[in-house]
């Protein structure tokens, strides 16, 4: 039997862990982490983390996005479901990540918890930054879905 990437993590799974992830829009921007914990240290990205147990993912998308980055959302819709294979990161990772739209309700963007920065974006601006090719491919489809692109259909 081959060895469980998640040995790491206090456990022993052959199984994907759960993620979720929000791409959140204030008006006409939305918002970047640059991610201060493997997969992608140091990149840009969208807010998530792992769903606990007991939760759903509705509430783990809530959680995570007020622990990395101190804003209250209001969840818009479902973007997509990522496969996310690191298979040479930190001891190899696999995770299932359901990634939402989400709108800004409240609070002031600071980095907290898995993040190292914060910062809010327009949409024309997103080539500028450095994130791994499936943030960029989710971001793009929530624009078209529930962000700015979205009024112009």
């Known amino acids: 039997m081959a060895p469980s990437l998640f040995v790491r993590f206090g456990m022993r799974a052959n199984y994907p862990l759960v993620g979720v992830g929000a791409v959140i ?26 769903q606990e147990v007991g939760e759903t993912v509705a509430a783990a998308v809530l959680r995570e996005v007020m622990e990395e980055t101190d804003l209250e959302v209001e969840i818009l819709g479902l973007i997509d479901v990522v496969d996310a ?25 600071r980095a907290g918890s898995d993040a190292t920065a914060v910062l809010w974006i327009p949409l024309h601006q997103l080539p500028q930054f450095e994130m791994w090719s499936e943030t960029r491919r989710i971001i793009e489809m929530s624009a078209r879905m529930h962000g700015p692109l979205a009024a112009s259909r």
Do not use: N, Q
């Not at 690191?86 to 963007?109: C, K, L, N, Q």
């Open 25 to 50: 829009w204030r008006d006409d921007t939305l918002l970047l982490i640059r991610r201060g914990k493997p997969p992608k240290t140091d990149e840009w990205s969208i807010p998530g983390g792992r």
């Open 85 to 109: 294979i690191f298979p040479g990161e930190a001891d190899g990772m696999h995770y299932t990540i359901i990634d939402f739209s989400a709108r800004w309700v409240a609070g002031e963007a």
